[in-house]
């Protein structure tokens, strides 16, 4: 993760830490090192944009060329601004509410769904300590329901009984009675994923969501496809009130543009990735941690 990044970065920081004194010129060759160090890693140009303005006229101040130690306060100047573009304030999950809550899954076919659904709940169960209910909402996939029960047996949580036949609105009914019946803390709906982005995807999805009153709605997107993902993340906040991202495939991504552009492109923070085929390949995304990771 983020492996090409920092490594450059890591280059353009030793420098400006070896230096005694800074100039101007100095940080702005270091800016346009770090300009293209942020394209190669495939982030968003106009993020790149705004980062690169934003941290030089921070860190040309007279403040900062002038202190004993120029090139560190410059690092800390890009720390802290990675920080933001990451989405400092990301919590992990607004669940706290009269149970059950509802947690809408939603995505494009493949991009790992259904997994993170049942990573989800994993870990909802095992750290949280939470009573969790899951179900497939995916009529068109023949073996899609049958997928979520799999994995709801491997990681040991419920799921609702498949009745062939019914349609996802009535299916997320008749999951959200269920839930309150059974005293679920948490139920998570895993709806039906498409080839692309389409209208019938998206009435489907606020169908699903008038019903079953979603706390939090967490779109899931293969970080491999890079930019595709941000468009894709893009294209369902303006039609259904995502409330956060879920990034997959992070462990096969070296690169990161998608994880580095998404905040600030979709507005959306992420709060989860996945690290893994395996159910316990999800983790927590915190920007702090990120950005330390990627500096060093
Ligand atoms: P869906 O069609 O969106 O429901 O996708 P699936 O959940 O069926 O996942 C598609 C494939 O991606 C499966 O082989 C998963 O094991 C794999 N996958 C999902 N998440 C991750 C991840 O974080 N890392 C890796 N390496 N593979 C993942």
């Known amino acids: 993760m983020f492996e ?6 890591g280059g353009v920081f030793d ?12 940080v702005r060759t270091a800016m346009r090192e770090v300009r293209i160090a942020l394209l190669e890693a495939d ?19 007279a403040q900062v060329l002038r202190s004993v130690t120029p090139g560190q306060q410059v690092v800390k100047i890009v720390h802290d601004a990675l920080v933001e573009m990451l989405g400092a304030d990301a919590s992990e999950l607004d669940i706290a509410v009269n149970p ?18 049942a990573k989800l709940a994993r870990r909802l169960t095992e750290r949280d300590r939470k009573k969790v209910l899951m179900a497939s909402l995916d009529v068109n996939r023949p073996a899609a329901q049958q997928q979520l029960a799999t994995l709801g ?3 040991e949580v419920a799921t609702l009984p498949i009745v062939d036949g ?24 895993d709806t039906a994923g498409r ?30 496809t890079g930019q595709d993902a941000v ?5 369902f906040t303006a039609q259904v009130p995502l409330t956060g991202v879920v990034l997959t495939r992070m462990d096969g991504d070296a690169r990161g543009g998608a994880a580095l552009s998404m905040r600030a492109v979709t507005e959306r923070p992420i709060k989860f990735i996945g690290t893994g085929e395996k159910m316990d390949g999800l983790e927590a995304f915190h920007p702090q941690r990120v950005a330390g990771r990627i500096l060093g």
């Open 231 to 235: 468009n894709v993340a893009q294209s």
């Open 195 to 224: 080839l692309h982005v389409d209208q019938a995807l998206m009435d489907e999805m606020r169908a699903v969501a008038d019903v079953s009153a979603p706390q939090e709605v967490l779109l899931v997107v293969d970080a491999l």
């Open 100 to 117: 059950p809550a509802v947690i809408m899954m939603v995505g494009l076919q493949g991009s790992g769904k259904t997994t993170t659904t």
């Open 15 to 26: 420098r400006l830490r070896g230096r005694g004194a800074l100039s101007e010129a100095d």
């Open 4 to 9: 090409t990044l920092s490594e450059r970065l």
């Open 43 to 61: 982030v968003a140009l106009p993020v790149v944009r705004t980062f690169i303005d934003k941290v030089t006229e921070a860190a040309v101040g």
């Open 166 to 189: 019914q349609q996802p609105v009535d299916i997320a009914r008749r999951a959200l009675s269920a839930a309150k019946l059974q005293g679920f803390d948490v139920l998570l709906l």
């Open 153 to 155: 047996e491997q990681v």
